[in-house]
């Protein structure tokens, strides 16, 4: 069974930048789509990004967009979150989710499955 790992979490100042990245135990991130989700306590779990191996394509929210990036590292494989102006309101726990041949189309349905894969989650921590 496949499993994903996020790393790159911490505390950072406003302003700053991290890149989280999502490692998978076995798969190679072909055919799949992979998105990028945040929950804050209190509320409910947002998705943020995604990013479609099968055309490349890619989805930001509305409250990331101009500042987020999401890409796919091939020889790290790895899909990763380049985080940059970051602000208070991006402190949360980040969830990087994977969905086998990326159907129904993540980055178009913007929802989770059961068959979705999900990491463990790493904290990003925002000072004002």
């Known amino acids: 069974e496949v499993t994903l790992a996020e790393s790159g979490g911490g505390l950072v100042q406003a302003g700053g930048s991290l890149r989280l990245s999502c490692a998978a135990s076995t798969l190679a991130f072909d055919d799949y789509g992979i998105g990028w989700f945040r929950q804050v306590p209190g509320k409910e779990r947002e998705i943020i990004s995604c990013?479609?191996?099968?055309?490349?394509?890619?989805w930001y929210a509305d409250s990331v967009k101009e500042r987020f990036t999401i890409s796919r590292d091939n020889a790290r494989n790895t899909v990763d979150l380049l985080m940059n102006s970051l602000k208070s309101e991006d402190t949360a726990v980040y969830y990087c989710?994977?969905?086998?041949?990326?159907?129904?189309?993540?980055?178009?349905?913007?929802?989770?499955?059961?068959?979705?894969?999900w990491g463990q989650g790493t904290q990003v921590t925002v000072s004002s």
């Open positions: 990013f479609s191996s099968l055309d490349s394509s890619t």
């Open positions: 989710v994977a969905r086998p041949f990326d159907v129904p189309r993540l980055c178009v349905y913007l929802d989770t499955t059961p068959t979705d894969t």
